[in-house]
């Protein structure tokens, strides 16, 4: 799978968001996928987990509502 693939594939799958590698005292959180998606560059072959937000773009309440609406979104559609 590459990245766009990887891509493609979170939205279709309900997200999670996480404590970066700071801990919970952070102010920001992460948005990953909840089940792993990895994706490998071409370029090199390395594999990489696919996140959808990295630390440090996001805080805490930003974070949780953008998931809320994802989630819902793929609840109400999924019917």
Not at 56 to 69: N, S
Request: proline share 5%.
């Amino acid at each position: 799978m590459n990245f766009d693939q990887a891509r493609e594939y979170s939205f279709t799958i309900p997200w999670k968001a996480t404590e970066c590698f700071s801990g919970s005292d952070c102010w920001c959180r992460i948005i990953v996928p909840t089940e792993p998606i990895y994706y490998t560059n071409p370029e090199s072959d390395n594999k990489y987990e696919y996140s959808v937000v990295d630390a440090g773009a996001l805080d805490q309440q930003t974070a949780e509502y953008i998931v809320r609406l994802h989630n819902e979104h793929l609840m109400r559609f999924k019917k």
